[in-house]
């Protein structure tokens, strides 16, 4: 019956007004008399039956969600290499993983923070997995000078010190000042003063840029945010979804 109503409300939507069939010419399908009556008879149902309009609803989210997983998969067929193995990321956990795991982070964001330890504790619990970090500052000045650091540091030091100080700045409490980053930096062995003169160079905020356009393309809009396969996860998730995740894409791949 809810699909016959559905029906009808779609063809409410499509019918059109008696002026506008008077001024086309077209012959009206139904009276006036006809179609009150017509339009009566749905909104006493629907009134009567109000669960077909939830419903009709469910149907739709359901549709949208389909048409937005197609839609990532396509996205990132297009642009696996850009995802998953770009030179400009950092990469962590098992780099010969069977399966990759991207992350867009913004070291100031609070929900990063709160899976931070529970990303940690799926690669070193799996032991299979390959971990991509795109730096993705979403959330001002600050997360700008945290990006901006630890890409300079990698781009002058290497992966081993860009993986030190991405451990420090998403555990940093204070924020990241001249002052905070150059105590950071000697604290992890490198001296401050040529990773600042670089983290406002071409370079670094190439990097940056590239992320940004790679989110909004991705409809990417917070943080964190996961690519893994031909799904994206936005959004916090706790440990045990995110092994859901990884069983999912290993049940695919």
Known sequence: MSRLV???????????????????????????AERKAFRDEVRAYLLENPEVLV??????????????????????????????ANPNDWVGGNPEGDITLVEFMDYRCGYCRKAYAEVEELIASDGNIRFVVKEFPILGEASMMSAQFAIALRQLHGDEAYEKAHHALIALRGEPTVETLTRLA??????????????????VMAVIQDNYALAEMMDISGTPAFIMGDG????YAPLDVMRDFVADMRADG
């Open 6 to 32: 559905l029906g009808l409300m779609a063809g409410l939507v499509s019918v059109p007004t008696f002026a506008e069939e008077t001024a086309t010419g077209t012959a009206p399908a139904m009276t006036e």
């Open 55 to 84: 419903e009709a609803m469910d149907v739709l989210q359901q549709r949208e969600e389909l048409a937005g997983l197609e839609r990532d998969t396509k996205i990132i067929a297009a642009n696996s290499a850009r995802i998953f």
């Open 186 to 203: 000697g604290d992890l062995g490198y001296e401050a003063q040529p990773v600042f003169d670089r983290m406002n160079s071409p370079e």
């Open 232 to 235: 994206v996860m936005r959004g």
